[in-house]
């Protein structure tokens, strides 16, 4: 049974472009979180969302980010005109259930805006 | 919003036991408590996780008093390669309902000879 897969792994974009990061959740789950680690920082929610709904997205910035989670395929984490402040590791994680059910983590991508 | 905090940093010797807490005295009801192991460029890893007092499993022990506005992770017999930060997520009771999955501040395990 695959883990979380994300990718890219690593990402580099120049001020301005977008930035789309990618999240495959574990086979079965149809739970799916974003979060964000800055250097040297510990980890931030950003969003929750279950199949084609975002249930939670108090931690995302309220410009320039935006996730969803298709009926088919993997979860997506858009990030428009991005700025050097944006360059972090993202993580994704998926669980079976409700957000108090086991997260299980991705690898993580990390995105480094020049 | 209170934070979810733990210590920042922790030293301890291969073979000793080590006991990291993690202050969350605003965790929802229903909510659980869980623990992660992060290395340098990887993905958090599950520990465990527990709603109220022990939890046992093949790597560690949880702690969580009748109260649960703390945890303490309990790591027995520790080894170099244990060298990593631990975390604390939790779901935090939001004014209006709701709740606020957190990470508690992260403390940096490190492990010697």
């Known amino acids: 049974n695959a883990g979380v897969m994300q990718n890219p792994r690593h990402l580099v974009r120049r001020r301005g472009q977008e930035a789309r990061l990618r999240c495959s959740p574990m086979?079965?789950?149809?739970?799916v979180y974003w979060y964000r680690q800055l250097p040297e920082e510990g980890l931030k929610f950003m969003v929750y969302l279950q199949k084609e709904n975002i249930i939670d997205e108090s931690g995302m910035p309220k410009e320039r980010f935006s996730a969803e989670f298709p009926k088919e395929g993997p979860s997506i984490l858009r990030i428009q005109q991005v700025v050097r402040g944006d360059s972090a590791a993202y993580f994704c994680?998926?669980?079976?259930?409700?957000?108090?059910?086991?997260?299980?983590f991705g690898p993580g991508t990390r995105l480094l805006v020049l | 919003l209170a934070k979810t905090t733990q210590p920042i940093s922790m030293d301890s010797y291969e073979g000793q036991e080590v006991n990291i807490t993690c202050s969350h005295n605003n965790i929802a009801t229903n909510d659980y408590i869980t623990w992660y192991q992060q290395f340098p460029s990887q993905g958090p890893r599950f520990i465990i996780q527990?709603?109220?007092t022990k939890v046992t499993n093949e790597v560690a022990s949880l702690f969580i008093p009748a109260d649960r506005k703390s945890s303490t992770l309990s790591l027995p017999r520790v080894s170099l390669s244990d060298t990593a930060v631990y975390y604390c997520l939790v779901g935090e009771g939001l004014t209006g309902g709701g709740n606020k999955l957190t990470f508690g501040t992260g403390t940096q395990l490190k492990v010697e000879l």
């Open positions: 994680a998926s669980s079976l259930g409700r957000p108090s059910e086991t997260q299980y």
């Open positions: 086979k079965g789950h149809s739970h």
């Open positions: 527990g709603y109220k």
